[in-house]
């Protein structure tokens, strides 16, 4: 299994995502220990990562050498992103990218991620801006994690508004 989540910093861990990666013990009466973990932390200046998410394809043959996209929530204006590898000896971090640059959205917020078979991912996210308001954003990624130059997003907050108001 692998967890994510924000720290705001104290004596184990610092300021930004910690990722653990381990199995889960099945024997009762306490089936939620982990029988043996790795924490990874992903360091960041300020208390302001939220919202991680994580994928993995389920590849077969590969169940003990796992391949996961993580992405997260940087403050109000960026979404971040690495890719992990995790194996019975740790995890390891890519560097991190910032996939919701080049999309024309000054707030990015509240990312979802997807993994394909190929190890590519699927990201997308909400973004806001004055000229487009609220909209939702797509960037695909190749399998060594490039990102593509192509960012879509849908929808428009009118649309949405009329919606709601029609029902």
Not at 53 to 77: C, D, E, N, R
Not at 93 to 108: E, R
Request: glycine share 8%; hydrophobic share 35%.
């Amino acid at each position: 299994a692998l967890i994510a989540w924000e720290t705001q910093g104290n004596y184990v861990y610092p300021i930004g995502i910690v990722v653990r990666h381990g199995a889960v013990c099945t024997n009762p009466p306490d089936p939620w220990n982990w029988s043996y973990d790795y924490d990874t932390a992903i360091p960041s200046p300020a208390a302001n990562c939220t919202n991680p998410t994580i994928a993995v394809a389920k590849t077969p043959g590969h169940q003990y050498h796992m391949l996961y996209h993580l992405a997260w929530q940087y403050s109000q204006s960026n979404i971040k992103y690495c890719r992990l590898t995790a194996n019975s000896g740790g995890v390891t971090l890519s560097s991190v990218t910032t996939p919701s640059d080049g999309a024309g959205f000054s707030q990015n917020f509240h990312p979802g991620i997807a993994a394909m078979n190929d190890n590519s991912a699927r990201l997308a996210w909400n973004g806001w801006s004055p000229w487009y308001l609220y909209r939702a954003i797509y960037r695909a990624s190749d399998s060594q994690g490039n990102w593509s130059p192509t960012i879509m997003n849908m929808g428009s907050s009118s649309m949405l508004k009329n919606q709601t108001l029609s029902r």
